[in-house]
């Protein structure tokens, strides 16, 4: 015996996102058919929605349901800093803590010899128009990940955007608050010996 | 800064689903983002669908999208065994043994004082009215789970069936297949001791 049509369709669905295997989509299948009916179709809505009424900001890269995004919109945040993310929900996340209120922009993605990403795959022209165009910016924060293309990229926009005058800088690296030397790795160990600050 | 209206709603639907959290769910949206039109379409089209076309068997209470069900129809299936689970989804764990070949009924819970589910609850009575009209039937398989409820809805559902002449089984209890006694837990192995078999 098969599922019914509608829920062996549903399952695919599930499976399609990440980290759900057959098992779990079993599972929340089930689980949606005994859902309240308006919880259902706000879903079904939700999804639509993502796809319909979200694009990118024209400025900055960021997600956005309005052209320029919320935070490029407000002038009362700091215009002569812009933070460099890969992706939007690393905006989302430096939200939260509350400590930077400049503005942003997203390169969707890193710099990547493997995968073929050079620097025209990346918002990277945008960027350095938007530096032309607006003579505010003093500071450019390079926030890409610690990762190996994380860092390249960063290097790379560093060359890129120095000789216009710019101040470029990068996120401190270094241990995590509350985290045992003991299990640090060695080369968090490494970046935080060489990025040691006066007491 | 608040996440874009879209994505906090999708948040929000992905967070009704059982075990998964604000972190899972946020990973999930930005997922959905990216995803292709296409997938998010059909997601959302078998949620509406899920509610839409599937309802409940007349006759077994089984998850179908005709009526009667699939199992219901097939006239090739043992019309003299009907086995008795808790939820539609047994049915299909049970199908893929592919042990069983004869009919099923679906209770939709177990007799259960403390959330007060009394026999009318559940779907008994029409199982018995199947009992009354069908005079093949020669066996009930009850295969409700062996929780303290399980065990008290088999043993109500047995006494309800006996006196009408009809075999009442239980699926067999004892240890699972490639599990080593050292770890059984003590009351499957009171079980297993219970229903030991002639070599």
């Known amino acids: 015996m098969q599922y019914p049509e509608p829920i062996a369709k549903l399952i ?16 929340l299948a089930f689980y949606t058919v005994d859902m309240n009916e308006d919880d259902v179709k ?13 694009h990118y900001c024209s400025i900055c890269g960021n997600l956005t349901d309005e052209d320029p995004c919320e935070i490029c919109r407000d002038k009362t945040r700091d215009q002569t800093k812009i933070l460099v993310v890969e992706q939007p ?25 493997i995968e073929g990403k050079g620097p025209e795959d990346l918002n990277i022209s945008s960027l ?19 990762t190996p293309e994380g860092e390249a990229t960063a290097m790379y926009l560093s060359k890129l955007i120095k000789p216009a005058g710019i101040r ?10 509350g985290t045992d030397i003991e299990y640090a790795d060695e080369m968090t160990l490494f970046k935080a010996v060489q990025g040691r600050t006066e007491m």
Do not use: C
């Open 12 to 27: 695919d669905s599930y499976m399609k996102l990440p980290g759900i295997g057959n098992k779990t989509a079993t599972r």
């Open 42 to 54: 706000a879903f079904s809505q939700a999804l639509l929605a993502t796809k319909d009424k979200l």
């Open 89 to 113: 929900k690393d905006i989302m996340v430096m939200e939260k803590v509350q400590e930077y209120r400049g503005l942003y922009h997203v390169l969707h993605g890193v710099l990547s010899p």
């Open 128 to 146: 350095i128009k938007r530096l032309q165009k607006n003579n505010d910016v003093q500071e450019v924060i390079v926030a890409t990940n610690a």
């Open 168 to 177: 470029v800088t990068r996120l401190a690296h270094g241990l995590s608050v």
